[in-house]
């Protein structure tokens, strides 16, 4: 899928997608929200939740990698990538 693809779609399509094809790379907090960043085809993905609440606030789309700064010191790359 590609990143205009992705964006085109409702929430809920979008965390389906992520469930499916998503790499979780990192997590981390702002504010009152807990944050995960997935990395998917050629593009991130940040999902942004209220801390403690499974509902989805809204999801950030990003193709550039400064996009990736808040979360360098928390990237984890799956065993295979290694």
């Known amino acids: 899928m590609t990143f205009a693809d992705f964006k085109n779609l409702h929430q ?10 998503g ?20 593009f991130y ?6 801390r403690g609440e499974e509902q989805i606030l809204f999801i950030h789309v990003f ?3 400064s996009g990736l700064s808040d979360y360098l010191e ?5 065993a295979e990538w290694q």
């Open 23 to 42: 790499h979780l790379l990192a997590e981390r907090g702002e504010d009152s929200c807990a944050l995960s960043l997935y990395a998917v085809a050629d």
């Open 45 to 50: 993905a940040e999902v942004w939740r209220q």
């Open 74 to 78: 928390r990237v984890q790359l799956p």
């Open 63 to 65: 193709q550039k990698p």
């Open 12 to 21: 809920r399509l979008q965390t389906e997608h992520l469930a499916r094809h």
